[in-house]
């Protein structure tokens, strides 16, 4: 039996206007190539951290993305899953 593959602090280029960074954002965990994990100790979930992850997930063209806040009293309380659609209406999952 196998584990899955799971990369850590990945770096993820960005280009803009013709300038290109080599690490302009650090994904925290990357699962089998298809998932982004952003690992968070806040008191709340905010918006701003969805926002976070999809950029994540639409700058590494992955479909599939997992906050996880661990400052909460159950880890189940702390899980947002966000999907990334190719509908410009569609909104992420909670």
């Known amino acids: ?50 926002a976070q992850v999809l950029t994540y997930m639409r700058l590494a063209r992955k479909p599939l993305g997992i906050l996880i806040n661990f400052n909460v009293r159950l880890l189940k309380h702390g899980l947002r899953r966000v999907i990334l659609s190719d509908s410009p209406s569609s909104s992420p999952s909670s």
């Open 1 to 50: 039996m196998r584990g899955l593959l799971v990369e850590s602090e990945v770096a993820l280029p960005v280009s803009y206007r013709g300038v290109k960074l080599e690490c302009g954002y650090r994904i925290d965990l990357l699962v089998e190539q298809r998932l982004i994990v952003e690992l968070k100790s806040v008191d709340a979930l905010e918006p701003l951290h969805t």
